[in-house]
Nanobody
Framework: QVQLVESGGGLVQAGGSLRLSCTAS????????MGWYRQAPGKQRELVAV???????NYADSVKGRFTISRDNAKNTVLLQMNSLKPEDTAVYYC????????WGQGTQVTVSS
């Protein structure tokens, strides 16, 4: 009953920035935690950042100090501001949201060139 629509991916040079957004829609009363995973070719999916319904955040060590996750509960939107991007950040980024189940976006490609 929850659909997640992502946007903001693209191709950037190392050191550049991107802002990913993910908006939840559908029939639901509330959304719990929201966050982002990423998966690079040949690598396991990893949690990038998560934000709870009350705004508590957690980040992967590899992105601390560079990425910022935030949410707008009124808009059911979670954002991921990515600064100082590195080639190793290249991956498909998947938004997720927790309700009764866990819902996933379709993924958005982030490519960082060296």
């Amino acid at each position: 009953q929850v659909q997640l629509v992502e946007s903001g991916g693209g191709l950037v040079q190392a050191g550049g920035s991107l802002r990913l957004s993910c908006t939840a829609s559908g029939r639901f009363l509330s959304i719990g935690a929201m966050g982002w995973y990423r998966q690079a070719p040949g690598k396991q999916r990893e949690l990038v950042a998560v934000i709870t319904s009350v705004g508590r955040t957690n980040y992967a060590d590899s992105v601390k100090g560079r990425f910022t996750i935030s949410r707008d509960n009124a808009k059911n939107t979670v954002l991921l501001q990515m600064n100082s991007l590195k080639p190793e950040d290249t991956a498909v980024y998947y938004c997720y949201a927790e309700r009764a189940s866990t819902y996933w976006g379709q993924g958005t490609q982030v490519t960082v060139s060296s």
